[in-house]
């Protein structure tokens, strides 16, 4: 069963900077694509940004795009990062990692981290 932990989430100042990271359990998720997807208060939770198996390729949600950055380390166990810089009060939301399962789709989902935005 694969499991994800993420952690970084935190209370951060309008303009301010964090680092979320999402561990991986097993060997197998090197072979996957994974993501960051968010949920505000209210609202569904939505795309943020996936990373191909290789890291590769990018991909982002345009509202984030040049200030948040997608990346991996398959050296041991995977480790999916979300490096988010200039953080406005509307990056607020639980954060969650994602990876996908053998069929396509989002399978496995951590538990989520928090960030708070304070304007």
């Known amino acids: 069963q694969v499991q994800l932990v993420e952690s970084g989430g935190g209370l951060v100042q309008t303009g301010g900077s964090l680092r979320l990271s999402c561990a991986a359990s097993?060997?197998?998720?090197?072979?996957?694509?994974m993501a960051w997807f968010r949920q505000a208060p209210g609202k569904e939770r939505e795309f943020v940004a996936d990373?191909?198996?290789?890291?590769?390729?990018?991909?982002y949600k345009d509202a984030v795009k040049g200030r948040f950055t997608i990346s991996r380390d398959n050296s041991a166990k995977t480790t999916v990062y979300l490096q988010m810089n200039s953080l406005k009060p509307e990056d607020t939301a639980v954060y969650y990692c994602?990876?996908?399962?053998?069929?396509?789709?989002?399978?496995?989902w951590g538990q989520g981290t928090q960030v708070t935005v304070s304007s």
């Open positions: 097993g060997r197998t998720s090197r072979y996957y694509d």
């Open positions: 994602a990876r996908k399962g053998r069929n396509g789709p989002y399978e496995y």
């Open positions: 990373i191909s198996a290789s890291g590769n390729w990018t991909n």
